[in-house]
């Protein structure tokens, strides 16, 4: 389907005030009375901008999915194979490593060729992996597969972020990604309540044959509804021909830098607690695994009401702002339920802050990316492809430190919380200390 954001206009209706992103300032045959079109985006109807939150929400929803999908598995994983809880989890640290890998891969990719090559090619590559998965007879090849669907989840994120900061610019920039910020945030909250709701019906390898079946989906809608949103002309543009000069461009950004360092780590605390929590609560509280699906049912209007009050907060007052609170929300949740745990007040010491934590990773998770991608629209494949790649590859090493300081005692509110209090300290002190927010400038229009 063709799609007019995507068609270059002639020269003789370009104004020469258009920006980086192809958007014009003059429309029509009277430019004095002609409507203000700063991004190409803005040329789009209500009714294919819905439609395009829905699509790339879908895809972006891809990555966690496959993370997170099985969670609820773990258990009947590990005494299906015979193995410990920790080789489990392994398989969960596979599966975030290959994501950011193909992040890395299809980021500066989409760059260079432009965005629906690799998006059709790395979401087939989910597709063959999910079914691999589906039958695999043994732990090892198991592992193997999930390495790769996590590889062929990469590209979703990666190229609906950079569709978005291709057609949008400025304030309507922070409402459409945090459109997708909030799939981003609430799917790995989600995906373990719709995977306990799947093992009531199928076993856990049903699981990876409804993934394969959704990436499917998403493969057939891209090739039918998403168009090419770079041109050609823009993958040439001075300081964005190769690779290294879009890395260079990128981190040789302060404010990137920082607010990637804040991303990893707000990922890498709400993934110590996704890889720990089904043991906890299944374990140590006694939860089922449709219990277990409520909580996170419950965890996940957290970030709905984080992003969406986020959104609004950061265009008005400025997105580092908004992360100057959440920062500090996210050390004192955390610190809570350690405290709580250590005074035995039980589940009810753990859920209440765990809440709040969940909260205000919604508030930070559009903020990031609104600060990195609206400061780099030349490389913006790059940028998301980095942001992705540090979230899930630092988080897929930092996660399993919550099995490790448990060993022999098993995992407990305390040690879970420990690993999140420590990501949320370092990620406030990126932000006072690399990003400083009274130095970032005010987003444009």
Request: charged share 10%.
């Amino acid at each position: 389907m063709r799609d007019t954001a995507s068609i270059p206009l002639p020269s003789s209706r370009r104004s020469a005030s258009g920006t980086s992103t192809g958007a014009i300032r003059t429309l029509g045959t009277n430019p004095a009375t002609a409507p203000i079109v700063l991004h190409p985006g803005d040329r789009i109807s209500t009714r294919r901008r819905v439609l395009y939150v829905i699509l790339l929400g879908a895809l972006t929803a891809l990555g966690p999915f496959t993370i997170d999908l099985y969670l609820p598995a773990f258990p009947v994983l590990e005494e299906d194979f015979q193995t410990s809880a920790a080789a489990i989890q392994l398989t969960l640290t596979g599966t975030m490593i290959g994501f950011a890998l193909g992040q890395l891969i299809v980021g500066p990719l989409s760059d260079k060729v432009g965005r629906r090559l690799p998006l059709l090619l790395v979401t087939a590559l989910h597709v063959v992996a999910s079914t691999g998965a589906a039958f695999a007879p043994t732990l090892e090849l198991l592992s193997v597969a999930r390495v790769l669907m996590g590889a062929g989840a990469a590209a979703g994120g990666v190229v609906a972020a950079a569709i978005v900061r291709d057609l949008f610019g400025g304030r309507r920039l922070v409402v459409m990604l945090s459109r997708l910020a909030l799939v981003s945030g609430v799917a790995p909250v989600l995906a373990p309540l719709v995977g306990s709701a799947l093992l009531l019906i199928v076993p856990w390898r049903g699981v990876f044959v409804v993934l394969a079946l959704y990436g499917a989906v998403m493969l057939v809608s891209a090739i039918v509804f998403i168009p090419e949103t770079l041109p050609p002309a823009r993958r040439q543009e001075r300081g964005s021909t190769t690779v290294w000069q879009r890395y260079r461009s990128v981190f040789g950004d302060r404010v990137f830098v920082g607010v990637l360092i804040i991303g990893g780590m707000t990922f890498s605390g709400l993934f110590s607690y996704l890889s720990a929590s089904s043991f906890l609560f299944q374990k140590t509280y006694g939860f089922d695994a449709q219990q277990y699906g409520i909580l996170f049912a419950v965890n996940s209007l957290g970030v709905v009401l984080g992003v969406q009050v986020a959104s609004r907060l950061a265009a008005r007052f400025g997105p580092q702002w908004v992360l100057a609170w959440s920062t500090g929300v996210l050390v004192t949740a955390g610190t809570a339920i350690v405290v709580t745990d250590q005074l035995g007040l039980g589940l009810w010491g753990t859920v209440v802050p765990l809440f709040f934590f969940m909260t205000a990773c919604g508030f930070t998770f559009p903020c990031v990316q609104v600060l990195a991608l609206d400061r780099h629209g030349n490389a913006a494949g790059t940028a998301q492809s980095i942001i992705g790649a540090t979230n899930f590859g630092v988080a897929g090493i930092i996660s399993p430190l919550v099995g490790w300081l448990s060993r022999g005692a098993g995992i407990t509110a305390t040690t879970m919380a420990s690993v999140m209090v420590g990501c949320a300290v370092v990620g406030i002190l990126s932000l006072w200390v690399i990003v400083r927010p009274r130095t970032v400038e005010r987003l444009t229009p």
